[in-house]
């Protein structure tokens, strides 16, 4: 897989005229720590430049901290809530160390942030330096699959395409299609997105228009990489081969590793796997008829095979228990194509058809190789085999998938990433009380400093923690009967109390479903805007239309428990309905905690405790998001009081005011 770059510019110029940046004189020979001190305490280069610079004093620790393990050469691992500012606190003593820094988050919006927000302002008041955004290759456009579009579009135009032609047009786009001033239609970008399969490289006549080539020489010379944890984990995968030489490797939202890692190491397949491959017309022309035919069949066997033995799937995993024998005999013809095309090798081929017949082959193999790991179950031990269902194309549109995951990401993280550059791993949500250690055990990492720096907002005036004594305890999987009934006129009540501005946040599809049919109708008749996750519109529409309209109420799921912005009045209450713990159907967390009971650990405290805690900071943690905001967090989980862990839940949760009366919510926002 290839990836691309490009060169950070300022795109939001600040409020006031940027100062000269000051640059760090060659005779200043102050140790890194006291430098980048100097920078953020009042009197330094940063409250010299802004009028109103604050200086944050836990930033200030996390700077300290980051410019020491630099100085060492040294692991960290810091925690640093909501407003640290702790993309300022890692990025100037990298900057100022002059090491080259690859930056990893989560997804591409927290890439973006990064890159046009964070990184300007250090370039413009702490000194000058080069940096790229690194993304994958379909990402950017592919001017050699762009001259088939061009012939397509002339026999069935598209509306939408017309900005693609338009953004060619402007010397400063630089091919990535994210940039476009609206999305690409579904289809049209699938087809001219760069894509490693059909990528000939040095053998396509565009190479020197490249973006990919001309993006990835940027990001060679650059001294800070922004990356996502995708691009991070296949590099490290692959030996360091995708990404530029690196110092040291900063890791935000760190808390999603070890779930990235496993969805890195996983080998999958599915039918449109096979099936995209079996239907190219390349292979189609090289292989032999016979081949063919039989892979085909072959295709069609497994799946079936599979069927069988899962039976009837709606939604979810199930582990797989046993090899299935037409899964291997799939994988074998799948690698006699392999053996085909090298035996119809054609003669007399371009240096460009030679790039592609060679990727060809290579990704049969590699498909091979994939479909014979995910059907072998060979490796319980060490793998956790298991079926789900997934939508292709149309929503209800199902199909099968098979997977081989990892037990346990440990020892490919150290033996991978760790061991061969230091890392800062950095997140709101990494410790459990200030203790690192089960963190640290999951990915990996076992020689690190520790950091877990205070709150930076005043929870117990901004803030008020509702945990109701409530009569039923929630269970798994539970949609209907007298638990649904009473969180739901929990979740009423609160609702009424702010006025909308609510994030009705839940563990699961059927809890969410259950509550909105019992209280949606009615809210939306007194004139409250109800949003629904999966069912109304995307995820930023939803949450666009939230921060527009008033009294809004947004119903969500796992992808709104974090990564989710929204400051001010429109957020003033968010409820959870009960304690994250994972589902204990799911394959690779049932195999997981197997493992520790066979080994008499602690698997409740040890593991699914834990996860629990950190998922449920990070709930809490949408709510207060600046200074100003104000507002209710609500835990509707009566597990809290009833159960030992209880303890441990309340000394992860924000300093907030605490009450178990609906009537102190109520006044709280009258």
């Known amino acids: 897989m290839e990836c691309m ?12 005229e940027p100062v000269e940046p000051e640059t760090l004189a060659l005779e200043d020979d102050r140790p890194l720590v006291e430098r980048v001190e100097a920078d953020l305490r009042a009197g330094g280069v940063l409250s010299r430049a802004l009028p109103g610079y604050e200086e944050r004093p836990a930033q200030i ?23 640290t500012g702790k993309s300022l606190a890692y990025l100037l003593p990298i900057v100022r160390s002059g090491k080259v820094a690859l930056l990893s988050t989560a997804n591409k919006a927290l890439q973006e942030q990064l890159f046009y927000k964070d990184i300007p302002f250090v370039q413009s008041y702490i000194q000058p330096f080069e940096a790229a955004l690194v993304k994958g290759m379909g990402n950017y456009l592919c001017l050699d699959r762009l001259g088939e579009e061009r012939a397509y579009q002339t026999l069935a135009p598209q509306r939408g395409y017309n900005l693609l ?6 010397d400063a786009w630089d091919g990535d299609l994210d940039l476009l001033p609206s999305p ?6 699938a087809r001219v997105a760069a894509d490693s399969d059909q990528c000939a490289w040095r053998a396509c006549p565009w190479f020197n228009e490249c973006y990919v080539r001309k993006m990835r020489d940027r990001a060679r010379e650059a001294k800070v990489i922004v990356v996502n944890h995708t691009l991070l984990l296949l590099d490290a995968a692959m ?8 110092d040291v490797v900063v890791v935000d939202e760190a808390h999603h590793l070890e779930e990235e890692a496993t969805r890195a190491f996983t080998a999958t397949v599915t039918p449109g796997r096979v099936n995209s491959l079996l239907s190219l017309r390349r292979l189609r022309e090289i292989a032999e008829e016979r081949v063919l035919r039989e892979a085909t069949a072959a295709n069609a066997a497994a799946w079936e095979a599979l069927r069988r033995e899962v039976g009837e799937l709606e939604r979810g995993r199930r582990r797989l ?11 074998s013809r799948v690698g006699d194509l392999a053996e085909s095309l090298q035996r119809q090798r054609p ?26 790991t995910v059907f072998a179950v060979d490796r319980p031990e060490e793998r956790v085999y298991y079926v789900e269902t997934v939508h292709s194309g149309r929503r209800d549109n199902t199909q099968l998938s098979v997977s081989a995951a990892p037990m346990s990401v440990t020892d490919l993280l150290r033996e991978k990433l760790f061991d061969r550059v230091k890392t800062i791993a950095t997140s709101a949500t990494l410790a459990i009380d200030g203790d690192f250690s089960f963190f640290r055990s999951r990915i990996g990492l076992e020689a690190a400093a520790e950091l877990a720096l205070p709150y930076a907002f005043d929870y117990p005036a901004q803030a008020l923690l509702y945990l109701p004594r409530l009569r039923q305890d929630p269970a798994f999987g539970d949609a209907s009967g007298p638990y ?3 969180i739901a006129e929990q979740t009423r009540m609160l609702v009424e109390a702010s006025r909308g501005r609510a994030f009705l946040l839940f563990s699961s599809l059927r809890a969410l479903d259950g509550v909105y049919r019992i209280i949606g109708p009615d809210l939306e008749s007194a004139g409250y805007t109800t949003l629904t996750q999966g069912r109304d519109f995307s995820r930023q529409e939803l949450l666009r239309q939230f921060r527009e309209r008033d009294r809004a109420v947004l119903f969500g799921l796992k992808s709104f428990w974090e990564g989710v912005d929204v400051a001010g009045e429109a957020l003033s209450l968010v409820v959870i309905d009960k304690l994250p713990f994972d589902p204990p159907d799911d394959p690779v967390q049932e195999a997981r905690v197997s493992r520790m009971k066979a080994a008499g650990e602690n698997w409740f405290g040890g593991y699914v405790l834990p996860n629990a805690i950190l998922r449920l900071k990070q709930g809490v943690g949408r709510l207060i998001r600046s200074r100003d905001d104000r507002g209710v967090m609500a835990i509707l989980d009566r597990r809290i009081y009833t159960k030992t862990y209880g303890r441990l839940v309340m000394l992860a949760l924000p300093p907030a005011r605490r009450t178990e009366r609906i009537e102190d919510v109520q006044r709280f926002f009258d």
């Open 5 to 16: 770059a490009k060169r950070a510019k300022t795109h939001e110029k600040p409020e006031e």
């Open 61 to 83: 620790m996390m700077a300290r901290a980051v410019a020491r393990a630099l100085e060492r050469d040294a692991h960290l691992v810091t925690e640093a809530s909501t407003g």
């Open 165 to 170: 032609e338009e953004a060619l047009g402007d």
């Open 184 to 189: 690409l239609p579904g289809d049209v970008r």
């Open 239 to 246: 030996g360091g081969f995708l990404l530029p030489e690196r």
């Open 321 to 331: 228990d046993r090899p299935l024998e037409e899964g291997a005999r799939l994988a």
């Open 347 to 372: 003669l007399n081929m371009t240096d460009k058809d030679e790039q592609l017949f060679e990727k060809l082959v290579k990704r049969t193999r590699a498909l091979a190789a994939d479909i014979r």
């Open 484 to 486: 649904l009934n009473e």
